[in-house]
C-alpha cells in the first residue's frame, strides 16, 4: 500500500480523525524529519492535483520564516501549471518510512546561481509505516507479556516477557529455568497483553533463537503470528504506532 510515490487519498476535513495515528503535529519532530530529508538529499515526490509530478530534493530550511526551499531545474515544462495549483502534496521515505506533507504557497525564487521552489512550512505530516518489517520496544513499565503452554508442560500456563513486536511477530525472553523451545515449534492459544488497551489471542510460530547478552540468563526466541484476527491486527498495529510515536516524543525532549 505505501510503496509507491502517490499520495495516500486522505479523507476529507469532517473525516480526517481516522488518520489521526498517522498525523505528525509537534514542531520539533516535523523539523526533525525535514532535517532528515535535507541532510540526506533525499528524493521528494511532489504532486498536484492535475496530476503534474516533479521529483525534487530539499535545499534549505528556514526556521525563522517558516518556508523551506527545493532545488528544482526550472525549466521543466510541469512547473507553472503546478506553481498555480498553489495546492502540492509532497511524498518521500526514510528507509521503511513513508512521509507525507502538503505544501503551501509554492514560489519559483530565481538567482545568480539558478532557482529554487519555495513552499510554507507543513503545519502537519503523515507517517505511513511498512509495517509488517518494522518492529518496536515494548514499553516495559506495562509489563508486556505472552501466556502461553509449553510443549513440555501443558498444565501450566508460563508468562513470558514480550521484548518487541511488528506487525508479523514478536520476541520473547526465556529465562533459563524454563525448558529449552526449539524453533519450528507451533504454539496455540497464547495470549499477549502488551497493555491495557492491547489483548489479543494469537498462536505462534518459533523461528529462530539468539542469545541476549553475555552474562545475562535468559534467551530471545523470534515468533511469528499465526492466526491472528483482524481486529488483533488493527489493535497490535495502533501499539505499535502508538509507541513508536511515545519513544519519538521521548527523544525530543
Not at 495515528?21 to 528524493?43: M, T
Not at 502540492?88 to 518510512?97: F, N, Q, R, T
Not at 514480550?162 to 520476541?171: F, H, M, N
Not at 492491547?198 to 511469528?224: K, M, N, W, Y
Request: net charge neutral.
Amino acid at each position: 500500500m505505501f510503496l509507491d510515490t502517490q499520495p495516500a487519498p486522505l479523507p476529507a476535513e469532517g473525516g480526517r480523525d481516522a488518520w489521526q495515528e498517522f498525523r505528525v503535529a509537534h514542531p520539533g519532530e516535523i523539523l526533525a524529519y525535514l532535517r532528515q530529508l535535507r541532510d540526506g538529499a533525499v528524493p521528494v515526490q511532489l504532486s498536484s492535483p492535475d496530476a503534474h509530478a516533479l521529483s525534487v530534493s530539499l535545499w534549505s530550511i528556514d526556521e525563522r520564516a517558516g518556508n523551506l526551499s527545493f532545488s528544482i531545474d526550472a525549466d521543466r515544462p510541469q512547473l507553472p501549471a503546478m506553481i498555480e495549483s498553489d495546492e502540492l502534496v509532497g511524498v518521500a521515505y526514510l528507509d521503511s518510512v513513508k512521509l507525507q506533507f502538503d505544501l503551501e504557497r509554492p514560489l519559483i525564487v530565481r538567482g545568480r546561481s539558478g532557482a529554487v521552489l519555495q513552499t510554507a512550512w507543513p503545519q502537519e505530516m503523515y507517517r505511513f509505516q511498512r509495517r509488517q518489517s518494522y518492529r518496536v520496544r515494548t514499553l516495559e513499565r506495562h509489563a508486556p507479556t505472552a501466556h502461553l503452554r509449553h510443549p513440555a508442560m501443558p498444565d501450566m500456563l508460563l508468562p513470558l516477557r514480550v521484548l518487541d513486536v511488528s506487525a508479523g511477530g514478536c520476541a520473547l525472553f526465556v529465562g533459563d529455568d524454563v525448558p529449552p523451545l526449539k524453533p519450528g515449534t507451533r504454539l496455540g492459544a497464547v495470549r499477549i497483553d502488551l497493555d491495557a488497551d492491547t489483548r489479543f489471542d494469537t498462536g505462534l510460530s518459533l523461528q529462530h533463537v539468539t542469545a541476549i547478552h553475555p552474562g545475562q540468563r535468559g534467551i530471545r526466541i523470534g515468533c511469528e503470528w499465526t492466526d491472528l484476527g483482524p481486529a488483533a491486527a488493527r489493535a497490535l498495529q495502533r501499539y505499535i504506532d502508538q509507541t513508536q510515536k511515545h519513544r519519538r516524543m521521548l527523544s525530543l525532549d
